[in-house]
Structure formats: C-alpha cells, structure tokens
C-alpha cells in the first residue's frame, strides 16, 4: 500500500500531472477525428517523451492511449463514423439516439461507461498484476517462446476468417524483426551488406508508418474524397453533456457494467484481440441479456454502455499482461511496449518487483487519466467540432508532417524516415489486398522476444521436447492449436458433433499442462475443463435440439 502512495505522489507532481493531462487532452481530439486511432495518437506522441523521465514519459503515453480510446465515441454518436476500432458497435445505437435529440443522453452514457470500466479494470490491475507476474516466473524460456507463437496463431486467427494471410502477415512481421544485428550473440542477418540497417528497423519509424502513414494514405483515395470535410451536420453548438443523469442510469443499469468489463478484461488479456472485439461481444450480451432486445438499433441505453465499459476495461486487460509478462495484448500495449523500451524499462514477469514505484506510476496514471478524461471531454467537444470541419486534406498533411518529423528525431537520421514511407507503403498495400496489419505488428514486436527465449532455452539444454513436455509450454502448444482449429471450424463451418471431436484431444493436452502445475486451483481447473469437453461432446452427439429420440435410439431434428 506504501508503493501505491507514493506511485500517486510521483504522479501528482505538478510537472507530471499537467503533461498527463495534455496527454488526455490530445488523445481524445485525435481519437475523435474518425481514422486517427489510439495507437496512431501514441506514435504520433511517442518522440516528444525522449527528453522526459520515465514516469512523465509513460504518464503522458498513458494519458493518450486513455483518451484515444474514449475519443472515438464522440464521432460515432455524432458522426455514426467510428473514431477507433473499438467504438464501432457505440455507432449501433448512439447515433440513433442523437438522432432522436438527445445528444447529452447518449454523450453522458458514453462518457460516464468509458470512466467507470478504466477505472474497475485499473483496479483490477492492480489486484491482479502482481499475482500474474508471479506466475509468469514459472514459464520459462521454453514457455515464453511458445507463448509468442499462440500470441501471433491466436492473432492470425482472430483476423476476419482470414488466417492464411493472417499467418503470412505474422511470418512478415517476424521477418522484419530479424533484420540487423541478432541481440544475444551479436550475429548481422539480412542486411546484405549494408551497414545502414545493421542495428535493423527501429521500432518508432516502422510503427508510424505502417499505423498512422498507411492510414492516411487509405483515408484519401482520391481528390473529390480528400476535399471533403467531416462535419457534415454536426450542430454548431457543442452539446451539452448530461452527467448527473447518466451517473443515475449506469447505477440502475450495474449488471450491465459489471459484465462489460469482465468481458473487456477477458478480451485484454488474450495476446491480440483488443477493444475492436469486446466492444461487438460486449454488445451482443447486453441484447441478449436484455428485457428488451428489439430496442437494440434504436437507441438502447444498453446498447452505448456495454461497448463503452468494454473498450476502456480491455486497454485495463492488455496493460495487465504487459506489465506482468511483457507480451501486449493489444496494438496500443503494442506501441507502449516499444515507449517502455526506449526509456530502458524491460516489462516482465520480475517487472513489479524490480520496478514497484514506476509499475504502479503506471497504474495510478491509467486510473486517473479515466477520471481525467470526463472533464476533457467537454472541452474537447467543442474543439472537435471545429476540426472536423477542416478538408481532409489539410489535417492528413499536418500529421504526415509530424510523423516524418517524429521518424527524423528517433537518430536524427533521414534512413528512419525512409523506413517508415517504406512500411507505409507496405502497410497500405497489405490493407489494399486483405492482409491484417495486427499480426505484422505483433510479429515485429514479439520477434525478439520469440529469438531470445529461443536461444535461451536451447543454451540450458539442446532438447526440443522441453517445448512440449514442460507444463507452460505444452499449454500454449494446446492453447495454439486449439484457436487454429476455431479458426478453421468457423470458415468452414464444421458440424457440432465433428468439433466437439475434434477439440477433445486438444483440450486433453491443456488438462495436462494444467494438472502438472503446482498448487490446487490449475489443477481443479484442468478437471473442469475435462468435464466440459465431455459434456460437450454428449450434447452433441445426445442432446441435439434438447432430445433423443427413444424409438430409433438418434437425435430428433
């Protein structure tokens, strides 16, 4: 408790604070502007922090990613244009709503959501971190390197039904970590003899290009749509936001809460899925959980706080595994993995412990930065509905500029700017011809991780079964195979009883890595998971449509 106060000290410094609040600030006009995400906001902000301490530095990225995340719900409500990925389901009923004038209802809903699953999934960080770093003691090399494979499959998998090129644009993103000099025995790959990329491809100048670069490039496909402004028919008085009344209604509405942010944090914490995913999940409970579905597409109440509470708890989630075994859950931890390195913080399972005072930093400005970002939204409401009335143009070119100067400044080299019009260009194509962006940048990021715990685990011992055969590593070997077969079984649409089959022999390998753990609650939950996939298998072989038939001894139709 002493660590968590004076964590809360260091960041209430004023110098701290304010660049914290600026980071809020900034955050939520550039995730308001819909095609400017959180993570481009946190590149774009990343080469101002070099000169700041690690605390103000990640205060100040913390802040960004907050508000990033909360911004995109203003211009779905009042836009219906999603500002980021994770408010897309916020558009089903808040632009309804507005529609209907009642702007500050659903403005308020969306705000007060957002504040309250940051601030249930900062708790929960805290809770919970320790303990996992605890357990991420236990996985070793063998597990880690297994672990960045089920990261990267579980991504690849999760992109659209497109595995394949999911799996292609992870092999990418790895291909480019492995260019430049090899970390553990200092071994140059892949430069074909130029000496400009021996120390490969920073993370800063590839980051910007493939996110924020290939975006505006999609944004203006020609001049008619790069002439265009945004606006359309916003009023022109920022609308009110009614605080107190939504306060009231997320009270009544707490199941509704409580839920979203579970499945938030559930979503945050499987390497790669992020708030584009819980906020859909997050939404379609609350309609099936709902007294009232047909309301749903309407203006559902429901329907604005279930993605709103989820998006925000996930970033709680993806941080959570980030600070206690250092793999990012999301695009965004992605980036604030890279800030973490710049400023010489290597996040892992010892992290919490060798850093108390800087990881719980991180913690209370993930908390405050959510209560922060109430108050900034009403300022940055009226500052929105200004931007957006700009041409396209004019904004995609302020912040091309920016970004080349943010490359320029990470060596003060034009070779990083280079890299990223050159990831740009690869960024854009890959979106142009299906490819997901998610697996490549987690390829980039997980590569050295992957490559060290690699030749770590063959240094202590030459045997590959290590990598099957000890407890962690065996479970992501299941646990990788398994989102493989989920995979396939929803693009081809495999019959219940063939799944259930198929899935048995997987979910006995995951009962055995879990019953050979140590202590009593992985053990008990190999068992329940056992007895799961049995009775899966009994509904669908026994229990199709609720009955058997007794006559001819086969389920009824």
């Known amino acids: ?30 995730g308001a502007i819909p095609g400017f995400s959180a993570t481009m906001a946190i590149v774009i902000i990343l080469p101002l922090t070099y000169s700041l301490g690690a605390m103000p530095g990640l205060a100040v990225m913390i802040g960004v990613a907050v508000g990033g995340m909360s911004g995109g719900l203003v211009s779905a409500m009042l836009l219906g244009i999603p500002g980021t990925p ?94 430049g000099e090899e970390e553990m025995n200092g071994v140059t790959r892949l430069t074909f003899g130029n000496r400009a990329i021996d120390s490969g ?131 965004v931890a992605a980036v604030l993995l890279a800030a973490l390195v710049i400023h010489n913080v290597i996040p892992g399972p010892s992290f919490i412990t060798d850093e108390p005072g800087l990881a719980y930093g991180i913690f209370v400005a993930f908390i405050l930065s959510h209560l922060l970002m109430v108050v900034f939204q009403v300022i940055s409401l009226r500052f929105f509905l200004k931007v957006v009335s700009l041409p396209i143009y004019i904004m995609a070119a302020a912040v091309l500029f920016y970004c080349a100067l943010g490359a320029y400044t990470v060596n003060n080299s034009m070779y990083d700017v280079w890299v990223m019009i050159a990831f740009g260009a690869l960024g854009f194509f890959m979106t142009r011809f299906g490819y997901p962006i998610a697996p490549f940048v987690l390829g980039v990021v997980l590569g050295g991780i992957a490559e060290v715990n ?7 011992s030459s045997d590959y079964m290590l990598f099957v055969t000890r407890p962690w590593s065996l479970l992501f070997v299941g646990l990788m195979l398994l989102s493989v077969l989920m995979a396939i079984a929803a693009r081809h649409r495999i019959s219940a009883r ?38 899966n298998i009994y509904k669908a072989f026994y229990r199709k449509d609720g009955a058997k038939d007794p006559k001819r001894g086969r389920c009824q139709n």
């Open 498 to 535: 063939a799944l259930a089959l198929l899935q048995l022999p997987l979910l006995l390998i995951i009962c055995a890595a879990l019953a050979q753990m140590s202590g009593v609650v992985r053990p008990v939950l190999s068992i329940i998971i056992l007895v799961g996939a049995l009775f």
């Open 454 to 460: 690699l030749i770590r685990a063959l240094s202590i």
């Open 201 to 331: 491809f920073d993370f800063l100048p590839l980051m910007i290009g493939v996110f924020a670069f290939s975006q505006l490039l999609s944004d203006m496909p020609n001049t008619k749509v790069a002439r265009r402004t945004l606006a359309g028919e916003l009023p022109q008085n920022s609308p009110r936001i009614q605080h107190l009344w939504a306060i009231r209604e997320l009270l009544k509405r707490w199941t509704t809460v409580v839920r979203s942010t579970v499945i938030g944090l559930i979503v945050g914490v499987i390497p790669a899925t992020g708030a584009s995913i819980s906020n859909i999940l997050a939404y379609d409970q609350a309609k099936r959980n709902s007294k009232e579905p047909e309301q749903f597409g309407k203006g559902a109440y429901d329907g604005i706080i279930a993605p709103e509470t989820a998006n925000n708890a996930t970033q709680g989630g993806a941080l959570l595994m980030l600070m206690a075994l250092g793999i990012p859950g999301d695009a």
């Open 1 to 30: 408790m002493a660590v968590l106060f004076s964590a809360l000290a260091d960041i209430m410094q004023p110098a701290t604070f304010a660049l914290m609040a600026l980071g809020v600030f900034g955050g939520l006009v550039v």
């Open 86 to 179: 994770g408010s897309v389901a916020t558009t089903f009923d808040g632009l309804p709503l507005v529609r209907r004038g009642e702007q500050g209802k659903a403005l308020g809903l969306g705000v007060w959501s957002s504040c309250i699953g940051g601030v249930l999934s900062g708790c929960a960080l805290i809770v919970f971190a320790p303990y996992l770093g605890r357990i991420g003691l236990e996985i070793g090399p063998w597990g880690y390197f297994t672990m960045v494979l089920f990261a990267l499959t579980i991504t690849a998998s999760l992109s659209s039904g497109m595995l394949l090129k999911g799996l292609i644009a992870a092999a990418a993103g790895l291909l480019a970590a492995s260019v």
